[in-house]
């Protein structure tokens, strides 16, 4: 079993290729322009192979990233957009920049799932205060239980890319609160495996854990709206203020 994304960093963009990157870059500018926060420095602690950093480029914006895995980082520097984007190779709990550095973090695209255990979560937290500037913005999003109940209850799919194959198996265990998604990948007859699991937590957790660590959440909204979430929610993003 290979640690999850060391395999799947080469075929990731194309696995998530039915995901409309620039239109959700839209709606964070929208979020931004919501809550009237000037971004000179942004960045974005779960970047992957940089889709949200590439369409949320500003010529008045300095850009950062990092991520865990130096596999999807890999992937991110080989695309002409990010060749001067400062990209670093880090957990969400250390990342090796400067306190009150940046205007705005984000931890997109249910990353934040993968921190599975609570202290944990605190860490992330913490972390990310010592990044933001006195009343930067905190934005992350997760999926929901209800959106694992409904379409990853137990799914899989498979595609296949210059002779490269791989099947997703996802299934959601509500009693462990636990998401999995279990890939297959083959790759010149190789074939490597990753099991990525999830914590995924009720909307009523996010608030008191927003809470606990001493942020103020501004808003919880449904989707990619500008509607309050709810339980029935399929994705929530959080907008909290350090």
């Not at 379409?151 to 462990?176: A, M, N, P, V």
């Not at 009720?202 to 008191?208: G, R």
Request: glycine share 2%; hydrophobic share 35%; net charge positive.
């Amino acid at each position: 079993m290979t640690q999850p994304y060391e395999e799947l960093a080469v075929i990731y963009d194309k696995i998530m290729s039915h995901v409309h990157y620039r239109r959700w870059a839209g709606y964070i500018e929208r979020l931004f322009k919501y809550y009237d926060s000037p971004i000179s420095n942004l960045m974005d602690i779960s970047c992957g192979t940089g889709k949200h950093l590439v369409n949320l480029k500003n010529r008045n914006r300095r850009l950062y990233g990092s991520d865990i895995s130096m596999s999807m980082l890999k992937t991110a520097k080989r695309k002409r957009h990010l060749k001067r984007i400062p990209l670093v190779c880090s957990d969400f709990t250390e990342t090796p920049f400067k306190k009150n550095t940046f205007d705005v973090v984000l931890i997109l695209y249910d990353s934040i799932n993968y921190v599975i255990d609570d202290n944990e979560i605190s860490k992330v937290f913490a972390q990310v205060k010592h990044l933001l500037i006195k009343n930067g913005i905190f934005i992350f999003d997760v999926v929901t239980p209800y959106a694992c109940e409904e379409f990853f209850l137990d799914y899989t799919e498979q595609d296949s890319w210059k002779g490269i194959t791989c099947i997703r198996h996802s299934w959601y265990r509500k009693d462990q609160q636990m998401q999995f998604n279990e890939f297959e990948i083959t790759v010149k007859g190789e074939i490597y495996h990753e099991l990525h699991k999830q914590k995924i937590r009720e909307i009523q957790e996010w608030k008191e854990i927003i809470r606990k660590n001493n942020f103020e959440l501004m808003q919880a909204f449904n989707n990619f709206t500008f509607i309050e979430a709810t339980p029935y929610s399929e994705r929530i993003h959080f907008v909290c203020r350090a």
